[in-house]
């Protein structure tokens, strides 16, 4: 009897058993049809992967019995990096971006703060706003929530509170993400 061998190495980190190396004495079998054949013994699967010129693969390993499809491996290691990769490219990649402020910032620096938040909550990101205090300005920690409370009042058209201000060491920060729209 002979069955097609695939290499180890060009198996990337699939780590599905194929013909030989399926070690269970009796499988489930389904056909290239999609048809149950049933619960045979390894040897009368491989006999019938051999047959129709294909694999016996091992989809399902932890089922009592493991289930076996006869396919073409080559084939179906292909649907299945194609699926991976579809799958890679829907996947939406949210960063997250800071923007520092200043217990005693001026107006104007929290408007030009408030446009680079801005571009960030548009493309999708979400934001990490952090206000440090340093030295005496411990003392002006109501100024520090007023600060930031103008500054999420600014981009509050294109983006939400997700946590609100708190303080972490000494530095105060609030963590803002983009509106849906819906």
Wanted: charged share 40%.
């Amino acid at each position: 009897m002979e069955v097609r061998a695939i290499s180890r190495d060009h198996r990337d980190k699939d780590s599905r058993q194929i013909n030989e190396e399926i070690r269970a004495k009796e499988v489930r079998v389904i056909d290239a049809e999609g048809e149950m054949r049933g619960v045979l013994s390894i040897k009368e699967a491989l006999a019938l992967a051999e047959e129709s010129n294909l694999d016996l693969v091992n989809v399902s390993p932890n089922a009592e019995p493991p289930v076996c499809k006869i396919l073409d491996y080559g084939k179906y290691r292909y649907e299945l990096q194609k699926k991976e990769k579809q799958s890679k490219k829907n996947q939406k990649v949210t960063q997250v971006k800071e923007v520092r402020l200043s217990t005693f910032i001026e107006e104007h620096d929290i408007q030009v703060k408030a446009n680079t938040a801005k571009k960030f909550l548009k493309n999708g990101d979400k934001l990490k706003v952090s206000l440090r205090f340093r030295g005496r300005e411990r003392d002006y920690t109501a100024k520090g929530f007023d600060v930031m409370n103008r500054f999420a009042e600014e981009v509050s058209e294109f983006g939400v509170v997700e946590k609100k201000p708190k303080f972490e060491g000494r530095s105060l920060t609030m963590f803002l993400g983009p509106k849906s729209n819906k």
